[in-house]
């Protein structure tokens, strides 16, 4: 959920927490048990309303309303908490309820998930080490270009750059604009240097510091990735926000592209439909994302080992429970499934991360 949308929630939430103070026999004092439902006025007959669904009692208080926003943006209700155990612990019969349509109480695959990436981004973020000032350290010294074409070239390509950036709101984006908005002084003051004759150029053996690529120069179509190579190697700090902004937008692409691997474990079987392999890929990415976040939380608490070798040993425990489960399969043919699907999951890994170079590189 973007930062736009947020604001939106907060806003028609606090809103709605005006309205109902002010409104008529909606106050503080005098509220009793309704005999019927405060939104559209049907006689209830329970906890809920059979008209509209609204709960009978309704709350008036402040840490009423902070639930109301927390759960809106969230999701963090009783059914975050009764998901989250089943698909640590058993996650095949969290897919296999889920698909034969038992979903009352269990968050749905692609919220969780949704939920998962944000948490996930949100961490890979706050460990970069970006530092904001003169002194900021966003990788390696990048040298001056090797003419001042080049150079005001750079700079032009740093200023679009962050004039893109300035609607971007994932995680730690306000961070990334304050990088390459020094990245772009440093450029700048480079420049200057380059036109006022102060500064030395280094170069290569052959004097030559132009970073050169194997795609051809006489293809248009690939002329903006060959530029990207090149920016990326002149200025690699900068090509992996890019990287890493593309990858948090489009992290959804995992699913699609897991599904073709996830029918070659079940080829032409009529008893497992493409909607089951997508619940149970959803499913496992986001606990993946879950043994990240822990990985991040024993790192925070100076034993990043413990959190290695557990996602190490427990992530496979989990793939073989999960496929058991859900398909129900013995213990012998769960193994060898589950065995194709590791490796099917680092393709696939290498596959988006592939892409997301390459977005990178293309701008």
Same mark, same amino acid.
């Given at each position: 959920?973007?930062?736009?949308?947020?604001?939106?929630?907060?806003?028609?939430?606090?809103?709605?927490?005006?309205?109902?103070?002010?409104?008529?026999?909606?106050?503080?004092?005098?509220?009793?048990?309704?005999?019927?439902?405060?939104?559209?006025?049907?006689?209830?007959?329970?906890?809920?309303?059979?008209?509209?669904?609204?709960?009978?009692?309704?709350?008036?208080?402040?840490?009423?309303?902070?639930?109301?926003?927390?759960?809106?943006?969230?999701?963090?209700?009783?059914?975050?908490?009764?998901?989250?155990?089943?698909?640590?612990?058993?996650?095949?019969?969290?897919?296999?309820?889920?698909?034969?349509?038992?979903?009352?109480?269990?968050?749905?695959?692609?919220?969780?998930?949704?939920?998962?990436?944000?948490?996930?981004?949100?961490?890979?973020?706050?460990?970069?080490?970006?530092?904001?000032?003169?002194?900021?350290?966003?990788?390696?010294?990048?040298?001056?270009?090797?003419?001042?074409?080049?150079?005001?070239?750079?700079?032009?390509?740093?200023?679009?750059?962050?004039?893109?950036?300035?609607?971007?709101?994932?995680?730690?984006?306000?961070?990334?604009?304050?990088?390459?908005?020094?990245?772009?002084?440093?450029?700048?003051?480079?420049?200057?240097?380059?036109?006022?004759?102060?500064?030395?150029?280094?170069?290569?053996?052959?004097?030559?510091?132009?970073?050169?690529?194997?795609?051809?120069?006489?293809?248009?179509?690939?002329?903006?990735?060959?530029? +990207? =190579?090149?920016? &990326?190697?002149?200025?690699?700090?900068?090509?992996? #926000?890019?990287?890493?902004?593309? *990858? @948090?937008? /489009?992290?959804?692409?995992?699913?699609?592209?897991?599904?073709?691997?996830?029918?070659?474990?079940?080829?032409?079987?009529?008893?497992?439909?493409?909607?089951?392999?997508?619940?149970?890929?959803?499913?496992?990415?986001?606990?993946?994302?879950?043994?990240?976040?822990?990985?991040?939380?024993?790192?925070?608490?100076?034993?990043?080992?413990? +959190? =290695?070798?557990? &996602?190490?040993?427990?992530?496979?425990?989990?793939? #073989?429970?999960?496929?058991?489960? *859900? @398909?129900? /399969?013995?213990?012998?043919?769960?193994?060898?499934?589950?065995?194709?699907?590791?490796?099917?999951?680092?393709?696939?890994?290498?596959?988006?991360?592939?892409?997301?170079?390459?977005?990178?590189?293309?701008?």
């Amino acid at each position: 959920m973007g930062g736009e949308e947020i604001s939106a929630v907060g806003e028609l939430a606090g809103g709605a927490g005006a309205a109902r103070a002010v409104e008529p026999g909606h106050g503080e004092d005098g509220h009793g048990t309704p005999t019927h439902c405060l939104n559209c006025g049907c006689e209830l007959q329970g906890d809920y309303c059979h008209c509209c669904g609204q709960r009978g009692e309704v709350h008036f208080t402040i840490g009423g309303l902070v639930h109301d926003i927390v759960h809106g943006v969230l999701h963090l209700d009783g059914k975050f908490w009764r998901t989250l155990p089943m698909l640590a612990w058993k996650p095949g019969q969290l897919t296999r309820e889920y698909v034969a349509g038992k979903r009352a109480r269990y968050i749905s695959p692609i919220a969780f998930y949704l939920f998962t990436v944000v948490a996930m981004f949100a961490l890979v973020v706050s460990a970069d080490q970006v530092n904001v000032g003169d002194d900021v350290n966003l990788g390696a010294a990048v040298e001056p270009a090797a003419s001042v074409e080049e150079q005001r070239e750079r700079v032009e390509d740093l200023e679009q750059t962050l004039a893109e950036m300035e609607g971007d709101d994932y995680p730690g984006a306000s961070g990334a604009r304050a990088g390459v908005a020094t990245s772009l002084a440093v450029a700048r003051r480079q420049l200057e240097e380059m036109e006022t004759g102060n500064t030395v150029i280094a170069s290569d053996e052959d004097g030559d510091v132009k970073v050169t690529s194997n795609l051809s120069d006489d293809s248009e179509f690939l002329e903006p990735l060959r530029q +990207g =190579i090149e920016e &990326a190697q002149e200025n690699p700090a900068l090509f992996f #926000y890019k990287v890493q902004t593309k *990858a @948090y937008k /489009l992290s959804w692409l995992l699913i699609p592209l897991s599904l073709p691997f996830m029918w070659l474990l079940f080829p032409f079987s009529r008893r497992h439909s493409l909607y089951k392999h997508a619940v149970f890929v959803t499913y496992s990415i986001s606990f993946m994302m879950l043994l990240v976040l822990n990985i991040g939380l024993w790192t925070w608490l100076g034993a990043e080992f413990v +959190g =290695i070798v557990f &996602a190490v040993f427990y992530a496979p425990f989990h793939l #073989y429970r999960q496929l058991k489960g *859900a @398909y129900e /399969l013995g213990r012998l043919s769960a193994l060898l499934r589950t065995t194709l699907l590791s490796i099917f999951a680092w393709m696939v890994l290498g596959i988006f991360i592939g892409l997301m170079f390459a977005l990178g590189a293309w701008g």
